[in-house]
Each structure stands twice: as structure tokens, then as C-alpha cells.
């Protein structure tokens, strides 16, 4: 049975904690829903009511576009492993860049990764746990090195121009705010 919290309790944080990859579920006011998979170290809890996850470059950044417009987030953690749990987490968020003030603050926080884009802080409204029953059991191997090969291979001005060409606009056209 699903059962609701106002808050991140300590037994869910402890599962947030173990888990290697979670789903950031975004959308805006209209246009395609954008549901996500994240990895790497790049997620902290900072309180019982706030998250906040390092964004790395990636093929679009629909995310960064949905939240200017709806700040509106979903994060959802599985079990892959070990007792059966689905935990989503609900709020609003907002996205950090290397241009504001914040950044240095919050991007401390997690490893040095090439071609970090964003961080977004959320907000969290509520949380709802399931059963998770029918989640097949997988174990984890490792993380996959290949963003930060890449990422390290074209360089700082290489992410740029990427990030340039694109990760300025969603797949729906809406903007990012990327770059300012």
C-alpha cells in the first residue's frame, strides 16, 4: 500500500542514500513530459526537505527548460536490489548555474565532473512510497565512465559549444537559460 509523508523521515533518506541511479520526472505547462535516469554521485539530501542533484551535460536539457516554465519535479528512486521499495519524491525546483553566486556554494557539495551543467535545488512538497513489487532485482556494477571520457576529451570549450549547439532549447523549443 502507498503511503504518503510530508517530509524525507530518516528511513527514507537512508534509502535515497543507497540507491546508484534515480528518474527526475519534469514537465511543462504544455508540450512532452520528460521522465530522465541519473547516476554517478551527483544527488545529496540536504534536509528533511530539500534535495538537490548535479545536472551533467547530456543530449538535450529538457529539464532546465520545464522548470523555468512549471518548477513543478518529480524524483522517483527504485530498488533494483534487496527489498522491494519505489519512493517518488514531489516539489519545485529551481536550476543553479556556474554564473550565479550559489554555485560555488552548492556544486562543493559533489566531485569535480566535467561538463557539470546545472544543479537543481528541490523543494520537496511530499513524498509516496509503493510496493514496488513487480521491479526486477538487478545489481550494480559500476559507473559508467564514458561522459567524463568524453567530456574531458572536448575540453571545457568543446562542452560549451556543444552546450551551445545543443542544449539551448528543449525538444519542444523552450528555452533553457543556459546560457544568459
Known amino acids: 500500500m502507498a503511503k504518503f509523508y510530508t517530509e524525507l523521515d530518516e528511513k527514507l533518506r537512508e534509502f535515497i542514500e543507497s540507491q546508484k541511479i534515480f528518474f527526475v520526472g519534469t514537465a511543462p505547462v504544455e508540450g512532452r513530459v520528460n521522465v530522465s535516469p541519473k547516476g554517478m554521485d551527483s544527488l545529496r539530501i540536504l534536509n528533511s526537505s530539500q534535495l538537490i542533484w548535479l545536472n551533467l551535460t547530456g543530449s538535450g536539457n529538457e529539464t532546465a527548460a520545464h522548470v523555468l516554465e512549471q518548477p513543478r519535479m518529480t524524483l522517483m528512486f527504485c530498488s533494483f536490489e534487496g527489498k522491494p521499495l519505489i519512493l517518488r519524491v514531489y516539489g519545485k525546483a529551481r536550476a543553479i548555474h556556474a554564473r550565479d553566486e550559489e554555485w560555488a556554494e552548492w556544486s562543493a557539495l559533489f566531485p569535480e565532473y566535467p561538463g557539470a551543467r ?8 511530499s513524498a509516496q512510497t509503493s510496493c514496488g513489487f513487480a521491479v526486477p ?30 542544449n539551448q532549447t528543449s525538444i519542444d523549443g523552450k528555452p533553457t537559460n543556459l546560457f544568459e
Open 137 to 166: 532485482n538487478y545489481q550494480y556494477q559500476e559507473d559508467r565512465g564514458e561522459l567524463v571520457d568524453w567530456t574531458e576529451k572536448i575540453g571545457d570549450e568543446g562542452v560549451k559549444n556543444y552546450w551551445k549547439k545543443n
Open 118 to 125: 546545472q544543479i537543481f535545488l528541490l523543494d520537496v512538497d
